[in-house]
């Protein structure tokens, strides 16, 4: 991991690829789709407005006081509603201006962070499968399950990991616009490596298809 990416010699890289080794793809998280699959800025949005909602029922139905008075104290949660949400999508954004996803023909490289950047490499060698799950706008994840030996923590990864798999946390490519594209890459990459490494992989799991179809739940 590397602490910094002011000086990287290729954008999302801390060094020069070796010879041989090139880049199919490069991209981010769309920040809109972070914000509303990762961070659920549209439940959030809704909570408020049935809190609003219950607020102006309840004042309206059960306070004799004027009509404009009751207004003004059923909004108070409006300023707190847009401070939340508008703290929601900068994150959103942050994180899409700092993460670099890089794939090649021999390893996924993660560069994420906000306050903290590190780069993360997963050469194919660890990398047992991978899903894809795409959303109606045509981002989607990727997440890829690691051979048993290899293991990055949760909170770590977050929010570039699958949900819900602390015990055996799973790297992801998280809401990238063409999901589906770069899904097809990693396929064929991963498919020609191992042709080319037989061995790399009967050290990963037992569950080596590099790319399932795309999922009926979201992730």
Known sequence: MSGSHEHEPIRGL???LPEGERILWQGAPSWPSLAR?????????AYFSLLLAWRLISLFTETAAPPAQALAAALWPLPLAF???GFIALFAWLIERTTVYT???RRIVMRIGVALSMTMNFPFRVIASADLVTFANGTGNLPFRLGS??????????PHARPWRFAKSEPMLRCIPNAAHVAALLAEALREYHSAHP????????????????LASSL
Do not use: F, G, M, R
Request: proline share 11%.
């Open 14 to 16: 801390p060094e020069l």
């Open 37 to 45: 699959n990762a961070l659920h800025i549209n439940k959030v949005a």
């Open 83 to 85: 401070i939340v949400l």
């Open 103 to 105: 794939l090649t023909n």
């Open 149 to 158: 030996a290899d293991h990055v923590a949760y909170l770590t990864l977050w």
């Open 199 to 214: 061995a790399s992989a009967a050290t990963t799991s037992p569950s080596n298809a590099p790319v399932v179809p795309p």
